[in-house]
Each structure stands twice: as structure tokens, then as C-alpha cells.
């Protein structure tokens, strides 16, 4: 398990209001799943709610602004993950340290599966209950597991590293608009 400990303290000028020992600690072990309907972009949900409409009159944009929408969409959360500043931006993000992994799954069938990168543990001590958490090293194997059984709907794209991220994201880009320049 790799531990990334940052320490810092806040400062304010006003002397009344700097508390030289108020000090905030974040450990590097980090996890989560963001969802994204991307076929969801550029339609309107409530289209079954008008008269006379039909599903093909629900796409409220063309697909060259889709397009151009979804991959500025998937730009800017790459660049949220790789971000330098994270926890200087709020208190709940992580001191970015290099270290990060994951997948992208690409799904054709309905949502993509939902498998947590990290996983609650407890052990008891004298009879109580201690939680920690670690990471899931079985998530990807799993993923990849369904990967197999689900054929060509379900696509995995997996990355150890802040550069692999963005080649995956980048390949995850012209998977979905192979003849648009919305790519990299």
C-alpha cells in the first residue's frame, strides 16, 4: 500500500484568525466512480412528455455539436484528475502526488458496471469494530472478467499512470467519433 502524507497549515494575516496549529492531513488512497450518459447529451429527456413527438425528434443538437460537446465534457474531467492543485482548489480533494490508476469502461448495452476501486475493511481490536480502508485490487480483474462475458458491448481501457490516462482517454475519444476531429 503506498501512503502519501501532505501537511500544511492554513494562514490568515489576521492574527486573531491564524491558528498556527490547526493542520489538515489527507492520506493518498483515493477512490471513486463518476457515471456519464453520454447519449444522453444533446437530447431532451422529456421528450415523451410533448404531443405528437417522437424519439427521433428528441435529439435537440446535431451530432457535430454533440460530438464537440461530449469530448469537451471528457477533456475537462481528464484534466480535473491530472490537476495540480486539487485540494489547494477544496478541502475534499487529494494532494495530487502522480499516483493514480483505473478504468474507463465504455459500455453499447445500458450503464457500465459499477465495481469500486477501493473496499472497506475491519478488523477488531479488544472487541471493537476498527474500519480501514485499501484498495481494491480485485476490481480490475473483475471488470476484465465481464469484459470477456459481455463480448464487444463493453469496452475496458485501463491506466496506471497520469500520461496513460490521458492516451487512454484519448483512444476512448476516437473509439467513440472515429471520423470527427475531436480527438487529440
Known sequence: MIVDYTQHSAYDPDPGKHNLYVQNMRLGIYGGVLRIDLDRIGFNDWWWLAQNMD???????????????IGCLLTAIEQWLLSPSF????????????????????????????????????DMVNGQPQPRIEKNDDYRKRLDDLKTKAGD??????????????HQTNEMLKTLFPNSSTTK
Do not use: C, M
Not at 458491448?153 to 490521458?166: D, I, Q
Open 55 to 69: 424519439y427521433k425528434s428528441a435529439q435537440v443538437l446535431d451530432d457535430p455539436e454533440r460530438q464537440t460537446r
Open 87 to 122: 485540494a489547494k482548489q477544496a478541502a475534499w480533494l487529494q494532494h495530487q502526488s502522480g499516483l493514480i490508476e483505473g478504468a474507463i469502461i465504455l459500455s453499447k448495452n445500458g450503464p457500465a458496471p459499477f465495481f469500486s476501486p477501493i473496499t472497506l475493511k475491519v
Open 153 to 166: 458491448s463493453l469496452e475496458v481501457k485501463s491506466f496506471n499512470s497520469p500520461h496513460e490516462l490521458k
